[in-house]
């Protein structure tokens, strides 16, 4: 074969694996064509060898580019270095938040547009905070309904067992009006279906001049709604917290998955009411001049009925299969 007839067969190569062998047939290290003449210029007459030489190596520079021309065509790629964009890769995970902060960012955007502050107080809190200043005295029963962990060598404290003693430390810092709800975790020795020993809430307050029972409910039950993202039933029903006055439960319906048996059923949602004056003159604010409402809420619950999930555990068990559905 003459080095002409290339000028043939390079460019009417088809593809990157007969273009990648024609190119080792003549430039392979070892006995590549071109490479072996290269060595055999040496054996060449000498009056022959300048010539032979010349010849040879433009032969090696024109079947270079052809062949760098056809890798150019074959593969698209500038420097010979092929990238198959067609491979197919493991699809790439991409996480996501856990329903519950993403839950609490929601409950932050939602009252946010009600005008509602975002606080946050501490998870070791004191006992004035958690109860005294609540209107709940030392020896008061609404105590042990709280099932309370008390640290071990501190005095006078505890893991907070609600967020409502961010309310106290708010109402301190802030003069009213004002509307804040607070998010965050609270501990109780409670285990069950629907309790865990840290579970998480969210507190609100709004203090005003003609704050009243009416605004609360319509604020609770719009921002639920929402929170929610469908049309859920709620009931009020009155009940007793000693930083209220009057004071209710505000229950939500299990509703749209029919193979539960809570199906129908009314689930608790939280307490909320008027704050009660001790409490507002506990922290330095007339009762005469200011009033408004207070609400704390569960987390998980609300997500247990917008999601139908019938086990509150199923949220701190970091199981993928569970994780994965949302
Ligand atoms: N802190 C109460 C609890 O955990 C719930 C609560 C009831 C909060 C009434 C409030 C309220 O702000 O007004 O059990």
Not at 109 to 125: C, K, L, N, S
Not at 178 to 195: L, N, Q
């Amino acid at each position: 074969m003459n080095w002409s007839d290339y000028e043939v067969t390079i460019p009417a190569v088809k593809t990157a694996n007969e273009l990648e062998t024609l190119e080792q047939k003549l430039f392979g290290r070892k006995s590549g064509l071109i490479t072996e003449a290269l060595k055999g210029i040496k054996d060449v007459a000498p009056e022959k060898k300048k010539e032979f030489a010349a010849d040879l190596n433009m032969w090696k520079k024109k079947l270079t580019i052809l062949i760098d021309e056809k890798k150019k065509e074959l593969l698209g790629a500038d420097d010979g270095d092929s990238i198959d964009i067609s491979l197919n890769l493991p699809k790439k995970e991409r996480g996501h938040l856990h329903l519950i902060p993403e839950f609490i960012r929601e409950v932050e955007e939602v009252f946010g547009r009600m005008g509602f502050d975002t606080a946050y107080g501490p998870e070791i809190e004191t006992e004035e905070f958690n109860f005294n200043k609540l209107n709940i005295p030392a020896d008061h029963p609404a105590r042990d309904g709280q099932d309370t962990f008390w640290a071990k060598g501190v005095k006078n404290t505890v893991l907070r067992t609600h967020t409502s003693p961010v309310q106290i430390r708010y109402m301190q810092e802030h003069k009213p009006p004002f509307r804040m709800i607070c998010p965050g975790k609270v501990y109780r020795k409670d285990s069950d279906a629907t309790h865990s020993p840290m579970f998480h809430q969210f507190e609100g307050l709004m203090i005003g001049k003609n704050i009243s029972l009416a605004n609360l409910k319509a604020v609770l039950v719009t921002s639920l709604q929402e929170l929610i993202g469908r049309k859920v039933e709620f009931r009020f029903r009155t009940g007793y917290f000693p930083f209220v006055e009057p004071g209710m439960e505000m229950d939500m319906m299990w509703q749209g998955d029919l193979s539960t048996s809570r199906e129908g059923k009314w689930l608790e949602m939280g307490g909320c009411g008027m704050v009660h004056p001790n409490v507002l003159e506990g922290v330095g604010i007339d009762s005469k001049e200011w009033q408004g409402f207070a609400f704390g809420f569960g987390i998980e619950r609300p997500l247990m009925i917008k999601h139908q999930i019938p086990d509150l555990r199923s949220f701190y068990e970091g199981d993928l299969r569970f994780l994965r559905q949302f």
